[in-house]
């Protein structure tokens, strides 16, 4: 007799899906690379050695070397540990602050309701990065700065998601069950309606946080987010553009690493979307 | 139709009286104090007796709401403020640099429009072939690579290796060749993707059988009759894309130094110049929002059934 479980149809569906996977490996890769970065990286990422300044790849650097002799690929590898960071922490943030308006305004309804989604409408009128254009223009530039305008770009989508599914499931008989047996409005939102915004909600944060990544990188290109000397892949190209055409590495390797790393997150979330909503 | 436009553009009343309350914030959640938040550098050294005064000429001693009040009237007559830097009128500012936003933003959205419709329909036609491979693919690295990235690339090809477009700068079609396609290029990856799903589904349409067993060539089916109605979704596409494009285009002025409100704006929050600041943000979300009205008016004018609703 066998003991093991059917494996879940989404899962098989995931797994069939070689794009998705593909993604999905290529994002393990990354978060190993990310906490490996000090055993993985040749040379400290913020190590100068002016003698070895503006260096071709070679055998000795791989990725060449920047303006001040520094390893551009030990600054890759610790580049990921920023991107993946400022592409989860804006996308953890957005999508908790998001999912309790969303609960709120679609479970309670009427003029909560339409108060919460009007001002979800205000935020979704800005282009995206204008809106964290507008915030780093108020708190001024900087890191968190940054990570707090890329997390408020994201409210408004997960609050909509969250705010459709509750309304959606608000009269299900599990829910009125529930509400029958006595159970108080906190805990029927967190333990029956708040798991079913769940599946839409992940896939969302999946596909968000590639966004994430490029804002970020974006904000950081424009001297606005992640500051000198930490490395970072947007930081890197902006002071990589200026010693063009002749010193192209320091704009080919910390570009393809944002491609890749977006790229890698989109597949596996457009894989997660199609593996949970079968009927595209 | 008239009675549909009126509801729409009364239904933006609130969004913009929010879009104005959020703009007007920006100059209270920024640290410390208002008046030195405006004043930008010059404000170091003065007295607090000066600062007091000048607090005082501003009107910001004065509550919060009648501020607002205020500040929405100054803004309904053309008032944005003052450049701290240029002591420039902030609409003066942000008119002389609008018209080159707007060609590069213009012309990115006629290179996303062509290239993703293009793409889109030869992967639904060619559905499954080698074709639709390559569109899927070059969509998805569309919506990936970084637009500053892929425009620093084509301005290390054929700028600096090739030489056959200028590097940076404004003036010529030449100029804004590579800008409009490095921005059109992330639009265009969308476009691509909605227009292969939508005529994917309209092509399995029972009218499109019809046309196909009166015995009209497969051309004609696709483009005449399909390609027709898929093109709804895409319009509304192409209207949300128009911020993306807007968006894109403050990171590609910065990269090929085009002279548009994008740059300005990352220049003032650099300089801390907050009038041009809020006074850049409010004019370009306000342009964002008109835009996507007439795209929504002109999907409504293709498509009765939105009318009704």
Redesign the interface.
Known sequence: MSDRRPVPPSLRRFWRNRAAVAGLVVVVVLVAVAVAAPLLAPYAPEAQNLRERLRPPSGAHWFGTDEFGRDVLSRVLYGARISLLTGLVPVLSGLLVGTAIGLVAGYYGGRLDNLLM??M???L??????LA??V??????GLVNAVIAVAIVAVPGYARLARSVVIATREEEFVQAARALGARDPRLLLKHVLPTTLGPLSVQATLGI?FAI?SM??LS????GVQPPTADW?EM?ARG?RF??DS?WL?IFP?AA??LT??AF??FGDGLRDALDPRD | MLAYTARRILGLV??LL??A???F???W???GDPVVALLGESAQGISSEALAELRQAYGLDRPFLVQFASYLADVVRGDLGVSVRSSQPVLTEVMSRFPATLALAGSAMLVAIVIGMVFGILAAVYRGTIVDHVAVVVA??G???????SG??L??IFA??LGWLPASGFGSWRHLLMPAFAVGFSSAAFIARITRASLIEALRQDYVRTARSKGLSPSVVRLKHALRNALLPVVTVVGLQ???L???A??TE??FAWPGVGRM??D???S?D?PL??GS?LF??VV??VVNLVVDLSYAALNPKVRYE
């Open positions: 009007r001002v409408d205000v935020l009128a800005f282009p995206s990065l204008l254009l507008a780093v223009g108020a708190l001024g530039p590639g490029l990188a974006g290109f424009l001297g606005l947007g190209l553009r063009l055409p192209a704009l570009g944002i491609s977006v790229l989109n597949l | 609130p969004v929010g879009v309350f959020l703009v914030t920006m100059l959640i920024s640290p998805l690295l919506v990936s690579v970084p637009v500053f990235w620093l690339v301005m290390l600096l290796y128009f911020g993306g807007l968006g894109g403050v990171l910065t990269v704006l990352v003032a929050i650099r801390r907050m600041v809020q943000v370009v979300a964002f929002i």
